[in-house]
């Protein structure tokens, strides 16, 4: 069964605008990561934050984590056309890992 | 470039008939995984292999097996393929059981008719 599920399920925005993508999960994590897969290629690591951290920064992604809330949020600021891509959510409790249904983003040009 | 090689990337296959999916990983990790994707369920772990020698049942391992001889090669059998298990199929692997991220294979799409 998943663990997390990823919000909305498809996003659509312009070019320079800022895209943000929401994960809630039901049990207790040790971390929680967000990948990113473009069509037809498999998935590529983002950003790890663990569970005793809130907020997480790499380039333009920003990660938040509310563990009373259940829930992450990913930020993807000043987004380009090859931005475009489903991002998965993932978290590991106890070395059990499971993955969300997915955001589908679509970024205009 | 180290990663991870998948193969056959696509395949069309009979009901009923016998599939191994190959996967092959360069960067002498110690786990490596099976998952499979489908629409609207993300992705599932199917076998994994903490070690060389050792495999064990995912989420849904019913229909699969998997052998790990060496470190660097994890194939999925299909013993006697059933339309839903068309899917796509991902290996990945990491340093150690546990450790994340892994890194992902680019998939073989299957359809099983």
């Known amino acids: 069964s998943q663990q997390g599920e990823e919000d909305p399920q498809a996003l659509s925005i312009q070019e320079g605008e800022n895209a943000t993508m929401n994960c809630s999960y039901k049990t207790s994590i040790n971390n929680l990561q967000w990948y990113r897969q473009n069509s037809g290629r498999g998935l590529v690591h983002l950003i790890l934050?663990?569970?005793?951290?809130r907020e997480k920064h790499s380039g333009r992604l920003r990660v938040t984590l509310d563990t009373s809330k259940k829930s992450s949020s990913l930020l993807i600021t000043a987004s380009r056309a090859a931005d475009t891509a489903s991002y998965f959510c993932?978290?590991?409790?106890?070395?059990?890992?499971?993955f969300g249904a997915g955001t589908r983003l679509t970024v205009k040009p | 470039i180290a990663g991870i090689t998948q193969a056959p990337t696509s395949q069309i296959l009979a009901a009923g008939r016998r599939m191994t999916l190959r996967c092959t990983q360069d960067?002498?990790?110690?786990?490596m995984y099976w998952y499979r994707q489908d629409l609207g369920l993300g992705l599932r772990l199917i076998h994994y292999s903490n070690t060389a020698g050792t495999t064990g049942k995912g989420e849904v391992p019913d229909g699969y097996s998997v052998s790990r001889a060496n470190t660097d090669d994890f194939p999925l059998t299909l013993a006697s393929a059933v339309p839903s298990q068309t899917s796509v199929y991902f290996c990945a692997s990491s340093p150690t059981w546990g450790v994340v991220p892994q890194h992902f294979g680019d998939g073989t799409r299957l359809s099983i008719l």
């Open positions: 993932a978290t590991d409790n106890n070395n059990d890992m499971r």
């Open positions: 960067m002498r990790h110690n786990a």
């Open positions: 934050i663990r569970s005793n951290e």
